[in-house]
């Protein structure tokens, strides 16, 4: 599977990039890789979707659910104790 690996590799080297853009800016970001990769490399029939790229219904839900927190922060809706 190059061509998995390839991609990989460019979407983290773009995350990067990413991260660094918007951190300057004041801005926050959540690495969804870092934070759900394991998890859905050790429950890839429940997080992902029948095309094995795109989540799930339960893949999107758990990616909501790292993110929710960070924007309920910025939102003010939400007490912050660490920044991310």
Known sequence: QPLRWLARRVSRQLAAAQTIGVVEQGG???SLGD???PEFAANPRELF????????AEGYATAAMA????LC????LWPETDRL
Do not use: I
Not at 73 to 76: F, H, K, M, S, T
């Open 49 to 56: 979707g029948p095309d094995n790229y795109h989540p799930s």
């Open 35 to 37: 934070l759900l990769g």
């Open 67 to 70: 993110v929710l927190p960070t």
């Open 73 to 76: 922060a910025v939102l003010g």
């Open 28 to 30: 926050r970001t959540v």
